[in-house]
């Protein structure tokens, strides 16, 4: 028969046991909370880094942040990432300037997939007649971002329009615009596909915008079948 004292020391011998499988399991779910905080933090600079290039013009930094077989769907384009690079870098090398004003990124992460969206303003600067003038975009930037041999980098890249404006740069000159031109465009998006027009680009008329909830609604649920692997 057991001794009481054989009792109690079987008793705490479990118990440390148990508690150190607790703190096992405590442990592995810190590392992969930590994993995770890394990856989002990796994912968040990618895409603010290759926005950047873009505004930069530094083609090769902004070429390196996308897997080959990226896509990309905007405004005025639609192939892979390293087609619109090289079609930035034409439209850049026309005069035309364009720039970015982003804010933050909040990234998901499943696995070896992750979804960005940061909010963000795109700016066209060029005449409107004789009047030099921001087209301000308001819109949601969102990014499918892939790790692959340990590296993450874009896998797509996507655009949600919000509203637009027109501001001049010099308050005191108002540009005149065409409003049956004008009237042709979605408005979401309606003065950007205004300016992309009026230099020789086509804009799509079948892109995701507020204008249009399906549009957003189809965006959204493809984005989050995509992270999940479900398409």
């Known amino acids: ?40 933090v990796e994912i968040q600079e990618l895409v603010q880094r290759e926005r950047t290039a873009r505004d930069l013009q530094q083609w090769d930094v902004m070429a390196a942040a996308y897997h080959p077989d990226a896509t990309v769907e905007i405004s005025w384009f639609k192939g892979t990432g390293p087609e619109f690079v090289a079609a930035s870098r034409k439209l850049a090398a026309r005069g035309r300037l364009s720039f970015h004003q982003m804010g933050p990124t909040v990234a998901r992460v499943s696995g070896n997939r992750a979804l960005a969206n940061s909010g963000g303003a795109i700016h066209i600067v060029g005449p409107i007649g004789d009047v030099e003038v921001d087209v301000v975009g308001h819109a949601r930037l969102l990014a499918r971002a892939e790790r692959r041999t340990d590296r993450w980098l874009l896998a797509g890249f996507r655009v949600l329009y919000v509203q637009d404006m027109v501001l001049p740069l010099n308050p005191s000159h108002v540009p005149v615009i065409d409003p049956a031109e ?50």
């Open 182 to 231: 004008a009237a042709k465009f979605r408005r979401s998006y309606r003065y950007v596909s205004y300016m992309l027009a009026a230099i020789g680009l086509e804009p799509s008329d079948a892109l995701p915008g507020v204008d249009r909830p399906e549009t957003v609604k189809a965006l959204l649920d493809g984005e989050d079948a995509w992270l999940l692997r479900k398409t």
């Open 1 to 40: 028969m057991w001794s009481r004292r054989n009792v109690l020391a079987t008793a705490l011998g479990a118990s440390a046991l148990f508690a150190g499988a607790r703190r096992a399991r405590a442990s592995d779910r810190g590392e992969a909370a930590t994993q995770e905080m890394l990856d989002r």
